[in-house]
């Protein structure tokens, strides 16, 4: 309902959406990027893309889905702009070292991080779109024009994998 005020030209329903959608949309980019820096910039090319894009929504469709294809999309081209840059810059050769002292909080975060990089993209995808945003399988299945049973498929193949390589961790500490 918001959506369709926002296609109206309803201010206030477009600051509730925002503020309503934001976070989730945000939680994602995190989950992707490990920056909050370039999180938030995503967030904000997200939300311009979307004020370009609201005459595309068809109510009564569900939001999410449109709006989490929206932000994949700004996501990829982001990725992607980010590339070509870090491919014309050159590295500093004597980078200070990061500091050593790390609770065991943070390693665990990038434990998982480093084992969710080992992960194909798109069950990547699947396990940030259902365990970080929290979208179900029938929304995930429509933003990734797939279906239901797809979806399941990857995200099982996803905690296979992540249950072999956490298993194979503990065996070699």
Known sequence: MLMERYQAADEIAATELVRRVSPVLYRSFLAHTRSPDISEDLLQDTWIRVHKARHTYRPPAPVMPWLYSIAEHTRLDGYRR???RQGRESTLENAPEPASEQTDD???RLTLQKLMQSLPESQR???IMLKVSGLSLEEIARIQGSTVGAIKLRAHRAYQT??????????AQ
């Not at 992540?162 to 065996?171: C, D, I, V, W, Y």
Request: avoid cysteine; aromatic fraction near 0%.
């Open 106 to 108: 943070v390693v665990q």
């Open 162 to 171: 992540l249950r072999a390589l956490l298993g194979g961790e503990r065996g």
């Open 125 to 127: 995808q699947v396990l």
């Open 82 to 84: 980010r590339q070509r």
